[in-house]
């Protein structure tokens, strides 16, 4: 009974901050990924087959799989 009542008050909170969530400034779910400052400068060396995507990914100090992720969202 005990655990019921606190399923219903998280569910109760949860629908609060949905609804007003953005009028207070409280964020609701996970924040946007943004590409790093530098992306497409070295994204247009990398697509002219000047730089690698190690190398690439080594500039930009984030991992080749991240790396593709983003070139990914960007070519969307």
């Known amino acids: 009974m005990e655990r019921e009542i606190i399923v ?3 569910n ?4 609060k901050a ?7 400034g409280k964020p609701i779910g ?3 990924r ?3 400052i530098d992306f497409k400068k070295y994204y247009d060396k990398w697509k002219a087959a000047e730089i690698t995507g190690v190398e690439f990914a080594k500039l930009l100090n984030i991992s080749r ?3 593709y992720r ?4 960007y070519e969307l």
Do not use: A, F, N, W
Request: charged letters at 35%; hydrophobic letters at 25%; a positive charge.
């Open 8 to 10: 219903d008050r998280v």
């Open 12 to 15: 109760e909170g949860i629908q």
């Open 18 to 24: 949905r609804i007003y969530g953005t009028k207070s």
């Open 30 to 32: 996970r924040p946007e």
């Open 34 to 36: 943004t590409l790093p």
């Open 65 to 67: 799989v991240t790396l």
């Open 70 to 73: 983003h070139i990914k969202e």
